[in-house]
């Protein structure tokens, strides 16, 4: 991390790609992800700029793999633009489902506990059997 110029760092569910030496934190994270998508041939996910997280990495939960709402098919299309839309907000962010089929997302919580209560406790509301889905930007294994 002593070379000179901006790095970025961008990960893949299987992969990661690094880049260094950038005009600026822009282009560093811009190429980091693109050579990461190219390499894995998948999304990927911009974790750290010049040494800084860019993103929360949960710490009470193990990770099976990155969560970009977007893009992922497991939500339905009609939820998915409002997790979406829920996911533009700060960190920490979790998203719950209950076996009905109902997703629900939180952001701006406090903490890591709090995002993941916060996220239960708003599918709950709808739904009697409700698990964790992700935190962050992370695909989070069920308990």
């Known amino acids: 991390m002593k070379w000179p110029g901006h790095k970025a760092l961008a ?3 299987d992969g990661f ?7 600026n934190q822009p282009e560093a994270a811009r ?7 190219e390499t894995y041939q998948r999304p990927c996910l911009v974790v750290s700029v010049d040494g800084f997280l860019t993103i929360q990495i949960p710490k009470t939960r193990k990770i099976e793999r990155i969560f970009l709402p977007s893009i992922e098919t497991e939500i339905p299309s009609p939820q998915r633009e409002r997790i979406v839309e829920v ?7 979790a998203v719950a489902t209950g076996k009905d ?10 903490s890591e506990a ?20 992700a935190i962050s930007n992370f695909r989070v294994l069920h308990e």
């Open 31 to 37: 190429l980091a992800v693109e050579a990461c998508a």
């Open 114 to 133: 709090e995002a993941i209560d916060a996220a239960l406790k708003a599918c709950a509301r709808t739904d009697s059997e409700c698990r964790l889905h």
């Open 87 to 93: 996911y533009r907000g700060a960190d920490w962010r």
């Open 17 to 23: 790609h690094f880049t260094t030496e950038r005009r």
């Open 11 to 13: 990960i893949a569910t």
């Open 101 to 110: 089929g109902k997703w629900e997302a939180i952001a701006g919580a406090a």
